[in-house]
């Protein structure tokens, strides 16, 4: 890690979020007892929270990933989405519940969200490992929130810099 910048405190250990999931698993588990859930993590960067979360939700539920991507590089995303890989499940009368990392602009989740209700899903909410409400232009929300964080960029637990740092265990950020 050492040419790539360098990386601050530890905000969040994993048993932290683990905690977390834990507590917002059994919620959903209650919120969901009577729907047709599919689970849909978005790639990369929502993989260990996904792992987290499937575990932490104890219904008879359906999986799916998803990539998205808003153009542009660096660490700010611009308004236009692109779907990179779609779902395999027909989501049509589903309840879907995106399982993302972090809403920063809002602008992925907004797209999605409208993404999944064209298709003719049932519902759509989300469940965000982090959300930066600072940073919000698209009028979106998460229904279950892990945790708020200031506007830091975030590095670790699948979220990256670069396509680095997804591996560690812990949440930090990048020093400025
Ligand atoms: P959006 O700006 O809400 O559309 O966020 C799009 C994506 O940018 C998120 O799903 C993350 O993958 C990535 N992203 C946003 N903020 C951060 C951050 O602080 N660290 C790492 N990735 C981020
Ligand atoms: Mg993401």
Redesign the pocket.
Known sequence: MSDSGTVGTILYTQEDIWEKANELGKQITEDYKDKDLILIG?LR??VMWMADMMRNIDLDMQIDFISA??YGGG???SGN?VIKMDVGLDVSGKDILII????????????LKDYFKNRNAASVKICTL?D?PS????D?YGDYIGFT?DD????GYG???DQKYRNLPYIT?LEA
Do not use: H, P
């Open positions: 978005t960067g929502a991507s808003s660490t700010t995303s989405v993302e990392d972090i809403i920063d602009s809002g602008n992925t989740l907004k797209y982090l930066k940073r919000r232009v698209a979106v964080v830091l960029f975030i590095v979220l990256d810099y950020y």
